[in-house]
């Protein structure tokens, strides 16, 4: 065959090895978008949220409570993906700021530079986004050394960025093997398999109880203990031991929810997210203007718990002049277009 005849023959598309690849970005195409263009329309479709993709929760919702105003300044809290930052940029107008923090310097920076390309594209100066290197319970400290507060409204989304679940060796999740490490900032602390080491039955049923709400918290401590897992498939498959032992009507009902909340349990510890989360709430007062917006979207019923409590407590001070009566719940499309929503409760506050 001529080198002609072989440059118009039409190329095959490329198949991975096997019927169950190995590698993460060969069992997920969407994560090829060049290779793979339908496979993001097909995914969503199916109402599913594709690998490596992120959509921001309760958008809407968020924009109608902070009602952000040309010139105003933004506080998000929890940067992440961007998807809230970028919207809240553009109602702020070429006269407004915001002011992001994320403790995650993979993530942070990716984002940082994502929004500022849109932000040269929209021929904004790119001054109207800081970015804070922090966790968000310094949030006060950080605002009060650049002089930047008070703020006009504030944003914190409690959960994880899709990028952060769908990176294997960010540990998030078991839908493939990687380290059980589930740090926000890998450059800090021990990830969580060398907490799981040094821990006894005891003490991994307690966070079990107190982080995730886990109710057969002794019997996968016990297996964890036993089995000492380090990767996020060998803990799937202690909890999976652990969970053999019920009857077939608690497995089925229960599904892959007990290994989801030991994920969460040992993320909550390794990240001290608790504590993290009370003091930005305590703190949230201080660098607020009169009339602040503020808005906290949370996953789990510790950290709505904790939200629910604050804003109670400085509404009854008179310290927020309204509170949201109830929390607010992603709409039954949203539900359908992104399922990561399903779990998200969101609650606000306005200063008094």
Not at 186 to 199: C, D, F, I, R, T
Not at 285 to 303: N, Q
Request: proline share 7%.
């Amino acid at each position: 065959m001529s080198e002609q005849e072989s440059s118009n023959k039409p190329k095959r598309r490329v198949r991975y090895n096997g019927t169950h690849p190995r590698r993460f970005h060969e069992k997920y195409k969407e994560l090829n978008p060049e290779k793979y263009p339908e496979e993001l329309e097909k995914i969503k479709a199916r109402g599913q949220t594709p690998a490596g993709s992120h959509i921001p929760i309760c958008l809407k919702e968020i924009l109608q409570i902070l009602n952000p105003r040309p010139g105003e300044v933004a506080l998000d809290a929890t940067l992440g993906y961007g998807g809230h930052s970028q919207a809240l940029l553009q109602e702020l107008g070429v006269s407004g700021k915001l002011i992001a923090l994320d403790q995650d310097p993979i993530e942070r920076q990716k984002t940082t530079e994502r929004l500022h390309q849109w932000l040269e594209a929209e021929h904004r100066p790119l001054e109207q986004l800081i970015v804070g290197p922090i966790n968000f319970c310094e949030a006060r400290s950080f605002l009060n050394q650049q002089k930047l507060g008070p703020v006009d409204m504030v944003l914190a989304d409690l959960g994880l960025s899709s990028m952060q679940i769908d990176t294997p060796e960010r540990g998030f999740s078991f839908k493939v093997d990687g380290p059980f490490d589930l740090r926000m900032n890998p450059e800090k602390g021990e990830p969580a398999y060398v907490h799981l080491q040094k821990m006894d039955v005891e003490e991994i049923r307690h966070i079990l109880v107190e982080y995730s709400d886990e109710r057969r918290a002794q019997q996968i401590a016990g297996q964890l203990v036993k089995d000492k897992p380090k990767t996020t498939l060998e803990v799937a498959t202690s909890v999976e031991k652990a969970m053999s032992k019920m009857s077939p009507k608690i497995r089925k009902e229960e599904g892959s929810t007990p290994i989801r909340r030991v994920f969460q349990a040992f993320r909550i510890l390794v990240n001290d997210e608790f504590s993290a989360l009370d003091q930005f709430l305590e703190n949230i007062p201080s660098f607020t203007k009169s009339g602040a917006r503020i808005a906290i979207l949370s996953f789990h019923s510790g950290e709505d718990r904790r939200v629910k409590k604050s804003f109670q407590s400085y509404f009854r001070s008179s310290v927020y002049r309204e509170i949201s009566p109830d929390i607010i719940r992603p709409s039954f499309s949203e539900q359908q277009q992104n399922p990561r929503s399903k779990s998200a409760k969101l609650r606000w506050a306005i200063r008094a």
